[in-house]
């Protein structure tokens, strides 16, 4: 097989890949031919390809000459399945080829397992037969890893985990130490591309120190001091390449200068692309240390190595490690005697004595602290360092990986695997947590192995207190198909998910706070890698208040105005996004709060919607482990901001450890405007617990913030806003109605009518009250509940959210009560609403006594699908706005978005000098002011045809219809069309979301306001829709402002022709004319009116005999009444209202329909 060259052409790398080859022995050896002949040749490789890792064999380069030459590399130990590849380049413009022949595999096999083994051989578990000196010496051969089992005892170094005890030497070069290094760090100049333990670029070795620059200079590393012995082994793995005038020796040093050191090995065989072992046996008389030694030719120097040495059981150590004589003792030790690499024979071992500990039998001894410090032996492994250096907790579970794995061990099936790795450039992620330059477990996946598990598993853990929570960092990279996760394996063996995530972390390392609590046995925790072709790390394991000791804050702890960062609060690692501090407003505009809550120019924590982010991403922010709140509890509020036409939504949630459980105890999502507002909750749980607050990303438009934390002991404070979570605000059931509300939270027993949620929090945990409806309900049936009294100075407008959804449902009706039990009819409605919350707001009545406000619920007969709710019932001292008007001065009156999915924005409140940039007009009509509130859409973001709804509250018919008017901005080239529908219950059940079109308008229309009016006459209850579909590109501005409604048909000015200047002067005579007669007649008309009407006003507020279920219109001069159990033509507010405010201006466009 053969790569040529062309003038002119590059070759880049031409690759010839082996059939995959099951696993392979220790032993297996790659065999073939080459020839490399021409002025163009570049580069020949062989490469070892496992899974996704490729690791370089054997590499040549340039012109060989027209010969064919042998190569030969040891494969080595290959777990797994693999294939090798043949990699052949070229120069540009230069010719040359590059060619192989005669591949051959050999050794390969693994052993045969064997009946029965000599009782001078090792048995491994397979039945493998294995000579004793190579066991424990880092080489499988037995081929199930069992020869490598059960090494405690022997003294080894694979230079995985550290230098272990191997110590740099006093007389050789200065600077120029042996170096643990890893895989291809210093490939092709100074070392190997892999190491012989793991076989792979992911494996650590030693080489000579870098500074030897001249021949001559020594680099030298030290064992342990031995004590004396007469037949002590040593085996080793070295690698050489290209280095065949340096000197690569083993000594044993007796004296600490080294002038007597004996050489004891010498390399022979300099140049190999494989790791090679060597075995020495030595005895000595006295106290020595073994030296490997490595010295500088006169040429340049090669690739030297050294891995995985070992010493044989026959090998004593100086547990003090004393230091060697500087001088000969008076009688001259007896020369140490080598032996050849042989069989080892039966040694003679010298006793050593055991170093006498300071500690009691009931202690440990802290052997990395001065000054010999001893701990009570309970205070081993109980999560808090006793002893000054920490000694007491190694291998309880805490670890930076920096020295060894701290007892955590890879427990997979072998396909998969955790591995230590030191962080390089060559590593994904390319640094470690801990250093930067340290290192980090990193889990390694088999290839064709898509669904294999790497388990890591930890050391037998201590019991914990209730408050126990892991730290560790963790890494997934961006093309990651699998997952990370952390499981608890408890004393039974069953194992629980703790934790897991699947996408990719955005920097190279993230923490994570994971509750573990009480836990009474001890137990281990597991790291869980699953997938393919991806990168899993974890680094910096700790445990965080688990000792049994431990006492939590109190709860006021938690209080955050996030001036000096996030506080107590913690960044959760099981989303996508992080919560970010802010000053000012943010980055995309018509979206965020324009300062924070605290002082308007501090600071506060939103997460950003735009790009990167994407729609469902999600930020979570949490406490540590708190306390059982005990009986009082405690108050916990913040201030949140969501203001866009994107937003996503806010959720609390409460989420306990034993049992493991999350509860979402309230919830906002959608546009709640360009403000910051408040939300209180009164947390009770007799469990230990923590708490959550989670943000999602709607769109590009949908920045979300949060300010001012508290947290305070006992219950919240009293609220005008009466939204059940905590009880019933001491509204009482009425004791003379036929049937009792229900306080519930999710959805209604009965299907097809009742809430699924409520309106307060929008969660299955939120509470409401409803009234059930059964089979054996009568008509005319009511049930009926009552505030607590009122000040008479208290409140001018009351506003609550009612459900009315059900072919069954009834009537609805809303009292002023006095302290006597006197009433008047503020709301009633009647009939299926939809399967949606509905706003309601009427003014009170004048009053100087106490009063309640009473809600009734009247039943249609027998049915199970009319039951109805009401939430959210609230006193305000402003006025009420007048019924179908707004000019969004102070809120959106009855108007709001749909939300739900159905559209893909919302209609803003803003205005023109926003300290938050928008994309609405300069002023709003109201006040022709930038200070002046409207409604607008966000045209900046979203595609094109994207729809954004505004609805109304729900209006009754009338005979003589209604008339709708508003005032609209349309500028820009690319604005879209705006539309306004009319729909009812039985369009809406039909799944018709807009309903019929009334108005139309499209296109631009000036940087002006516009008005319409609009006539409406519907023969079912009905509410108005406003849809904007955007343009083809972004940048429109939409607005709307001062909508207003009546009864009666819509008057506008008569249409002017345009006019001559020779009949000017006698047109407008003609309209002043007209105008001034109609003026007159309106006022004669008017007076009239009011006279009559004078005389027929029912007394309501002195409670004299007009039904007490009435209500006074101002438009129609009549007392339309509502009687129980049907549905009757009148206004469903209390039209007290000044007239002045549906008077009907000039009309420059309108319809009527």
Known sequence: MAVEAEPGVHISPAALQSPIMKQASTSCTLSFYYHMFGEGIGELRVLLKESSRSTPLLWLSGNHGDVWHRGEVIVGRTHQHFTVLFEASGTFNKLGHVAIDDIHFSNCTLPEPQPLCPANMFKCNNKVCVEHYRVCDYSDDCGDRSDESHCEQTERCSFEQGLCSWAESEVDTAGAEWTLRQGQEVWPEHGPPRDHTQNNDAGHYVVPGNHLTEEGQTSEILSKTLRPNSNCTVRFFYYSSDDTAAKLSVRSRTLRSGIDDRVLWLRERSHSFSWQRAEVTFASSTNSKLVFSYERGPEHRGLVALDDVSFSSQCVFDPDNQELPATPPTSA???????????????????????????????????????????????????????????????????????????????????????????????????????????????????????????????????????????????????????????????????????????????????????????????????????????????????????????????????????????????????????????????????????????GSGKYIHIESSLPSAPGNVAQMKTSLLPPTGESGYCFTFWYHMFGATVGSVRMILQTTDPLTKTVVWQKAGNQGDEWQRVQSHMTSQRVHQ??????????????????????????????????????????????????????????????????????????????????????????????????????????????????????????????????????????????????????????????????????????????????????????????????????????????????????????????????????????????????????????????????????????????????????????????????????????????????????????????????????QHQEAFWFVFAYQKGMNTGGDVALDDISFHSGPCYSEPTVDPTTDTDMLSTGLAVGLTLLGGVILSIVLFMLNRKYCATIKPTILNNDVTDQNSVFDLYDCKIDGTQHGTRADFSFFNNLYDPSQHAPGAAEGSTEA
Not at 823 to 851: C, I, T
Not at 943 to 949: E, I
Request: aromatic share 10%; with cysteine; net charge negative.
């Open 333 to 599: 030790p007896t020369t140490p005697t080598v032996k050849p690499s042989t069989t080892p024979t039966t040694p003679t071992i010298i006793p050593s004595t055991t170093p006498t500990t300071p500690c009691q039998d009931d202690e440990f001894f802290c052997w990395r602290s001065p000054d010999k410090v001893c701990v009570r032996v309970q205070l081993r492994c109980d999560y808090h360092p006793d002893c000054p250096q920490g000694e007491d907790e190694d291998g309880c579970g805490p670890c930076t990986f920096e020295r060894d794995q701290c007892e955590w061990r890879d427990a997979g099936d072998g396909r998969s695997r955790w591995q230590r790795e030191k962080a390089s450039n060559t590593t994904q992620p390319p640094s470690d947590h801990t250093t930067h330059t340290g290192y980090y477990m990193r889990a390694s996946f088999s290839q064709g192995a898509a669904l294999s598990e790497a388990r890591l598993q930890s050391p037998t853990l201590s019991p914990s207190s209730p408050y126990c929570q892991i730290l560790f960092h963790f890494h997934i990279s961006a093309e990651s198909a699998g997952s990370l996760r952390v499981l608890m394996q408890q004393a039974e063996a069953s194992e629980a998910i703790l934790w897991s995530r699947s996408h990719n972390t955005v920097s190279h390392w993230t923490p994570e706070y994971l509750p573990v609590g009480l836990q009474r046995q001890p137990y281990k925790v597991l790291f869980s890698g699953i997938g393919g072709d991806h990168n899993l790390a974890v680094d910096d394991i700790s445990f965080l208040n688990c000792e049994k000791s431990f006492q939590p804050p109190a709860p006021s702890a938690y209080s955050c105005s996030f001036e000096d960062g996030l506080c107590l609060w913690l960044q959760g690692a099981e989303d996508e996004l992080d919560w970010q501090l802010k000053s000012g407003p943010t980055e995309t505009p018509n979206t965020g709060p324009a300062g924070d809550h605290t002082t």
């Open 691 to 1016: 708490l959550i607050l989670e943000a999602s990303v709607g769109g590009e438009a949908g920045d979300i913030a949060i300010d001012d934390i508290a947290l305070m002991s006992g219950p919240c404070p009293a609220s005008d806003l009466c939204d059940f979570e905590e009880g019933s605000c001491n509204w009482l059931q009425q004791t003379t109605d036929d049937a009792d509300w229900v306080r519930e939270s999710g959805s209604t027993p009965n299907p097809k009518t009742g809430p699924d949620s409520d309106h307060t929090t929008n969660t299955h945990t939120g509470h409401y009250y409803y009234l059930p409806s059964s089979a054996t309900d009568l008509t005319g049936q009511t049930g009926k509940m009552s505030s607590p009294l009122y000040p008479a100075d208290k409140g001018a407008c009351i506003q609550l959210w009612y459900h009315m959804y059900g072919e069954g449902m009834g009537t609805l009706n809303v009292y002023q009560e006095s302290e006597e039990g006197k009433q008047a009819l503020l709301f009633s409605q009647a009939g299926d609403q939809g399967p949606l919350w509905r706003f309601a707001q009427a003014s009170l009545m004048p009053r100087v006594r106490p009063y309640r406000i009473a809600v009734e619920g009247v039943k249609s007969g027998p049915t199970h699908e009319g039951d109805v709710a009401f939430d959210d019932v609230q006193l305000i001292d402003s006025h009420c706005s007048p019924r179908g008007h707004c000019d969004f001065e102070s809120s959106m009156c009855g108007w709001s978005n749909l939300g739900g999915g159905v559209d893909q924005g919302d209609w803003l409140r803003g205005r023109g000098d926003s300290p938050n940039p928008n994309t609405g007009p300069s002023v709003d009509h109201t006040t022709n002011s930038t200070k002046g509130y409207y409604l607008y859409v966000d045209d900046s973001v979203g595609q094109w045809g994207d729809l954004s709804f505004l609805i109304s509250e729900v209006f009754q018919p009338a005979t003589r219809g209604h008339c709708i008017t508003f005032w609209y901005h349309m500028y820009s080239p690319h604005v879209g069309t705006l539309r306004l529908y009319i729909n009812d219950r039985m369009m809406h059940a039909l799944g018709n979301e807009e309903g019929i079109l009334k108005w139309i308008e499209t296109g631009d229309q000036g940087d002006k306001w516009h008005q319409a009016n609009v006539f409406i």
